[in-house]
């Protein structure tokens, strides 16, 4: 069926560093595709979208490009601070449903 | 403003109890939806509702029932709470169709003891 499959975590980065967080997905025609950010305690934000293939959404230093070959919308980021540790969200949405990743939490050390 | 808000935050309940949550938003969205997350993070969809009418229902029990009294709210009641209920649940709204985010709620967290 349809799904949405992201990398497990933790992910432990130093501040500064390179970060990418893999996201695949399994879908009947062509979805939206999302990443969603979660702070502790608070819900979920939107960081970036992209709605068709080629698309690369892009905030906050963050970027993902639709891959229809590889099924594919990994998140980047050149140089994370502390602030970015959250737990991020891959997801996908068609026929009336948005589909979520397991989550990756990130962790950034200074 | 708060764009989708839901009451309360947080509910410490007994097993056997009946509850209800809130969810109201303010965008104009027709679609709205119900979440459960659990433990380790996991999001699973509930219910959506489309114009206060139920488009999805993801083999719920029963013992959960969502009222949209118009396309603005969107309530969750759940009958005789049980230990495994415990999770945040989160309301969203969307304007429907592709392309378009969903805004999410902060969430309750639902403690069943």
């Known amino acids: 069926g349809d799904s949405v499959t992201q990398m497990e975590g933790p992910v432990t980065l130093s501040e500064e560093a390179f970060l990418t967080i893999n996201c695949t997905y399994t879908?009947?025609?062509?979805?939206?595709l999302f990443w969603y950010v979660q702070y502790p305690g608070e819900g979920l934000q939107l960081l970036l979208k992209?709605?068709?293939?080629?698309d690369k959404g892009s905030n906050k230093g963050f970027e993902a490009t639709y891959r229809k070959e590889t099924t594919s919308f990994h998140l980047e980021k050149g140089s994370v601070q502390v602030s970015d540790s959250a737990v991020y969200f891959c997801a996908r949405y068609n026929f009336n449903k948005f589909y979520f990743g397991s989550g990756t939490k990130l962790n950034v050390k200074p | 403003d708060t764009a989708v808000s839901q009451t309360p935050k947080y509910l410490v309940t007994q097993m056997g109890n009946d509850k209800s949550i809130k969810c109201e938003q303010n965008l104009g969205h027709d679609t709205m939806y119900w979440y459960k997350q659990d433990s380790k993070k996991f999001l699973k969809i509930m219910f959506s509702y489309n114009n206060k009418e139920l488009i999805i229902n993801e083999t719920v029990p029963n013992r959960f029932s969502p009222k949209s009294p118009d396309k603005a709210h969107l309530n969750l009641h759940i009958n005789s709470l049980e230990l495994g209920d415990s999770a945040v649940y989160f309301c969203?709204?969307?304007?429907?169709?592709?392309?378009?985010?969903?805004?999410f709620g902060q969430g309750t967290r639902l403690t069943v003891v």
């Open positions: 969203a709204s969307s304007r429907g169709g592709g392309g378009t985010e969903a805004f």
């Open positions: 879908a009947t025609g062509y979805p939206s």
């Open positions: 992209a709605t068709k293939a080629d």
